[in-house]
């Protein structure tokens, strides 16, 4: 990996964390509560559920709904992508 290949290495990593942040920003606050306490901040399910007075299973589920979500609109955003004719995202 050569010098050059860094600015196209940071662009990406900037288009993609874009990308993410997009994507949870557009959950439904049910999921999206669960999963920024959960993966981004790090708390622990227990500590996620006493934030949002939420029993444990309740949290798991919905971190797990939210992650499915993302994970599907991430995938989707990516054959849209592919799709285009100039390879440019819409």
């Known amino acids: 990996m050569g010098p ?9 990593r900037w288009e993609t964390s874009r990308e993410l942040t997009t994507a949870i ?5 049910r999921y999206r509560a669960p ?13 996620v559920a ?3 007075d939420q029993p444990v299973g309740a949290v798991k589920g919905n ?8 994970r599907e609109s991430l995938e989707s955003s990516a054959l849209l992508a592919s799709a ?6 819409r």
Request: hydrophobic share 35%; aromatic share 2%.
């Open 4 to 12: 050059d290949s860094r600015p196209v290495e940071t662009s990406e």
């Open 25 to 29: 920003a557009a959950l439904p606050i």
């Open 35 to 47: 999963v920024i306490l959960r993966h981004v901040e790090g708390l622990s399910y227990r500590e």
């Open 50 to 52: 006493l934030t949002l």
């Open 63 to 70: 971190v797990h709904r939210g992650i499915k979500q993302l």
């Open 84 to 89: 285009s004719p100039d390879g440019s995202k």
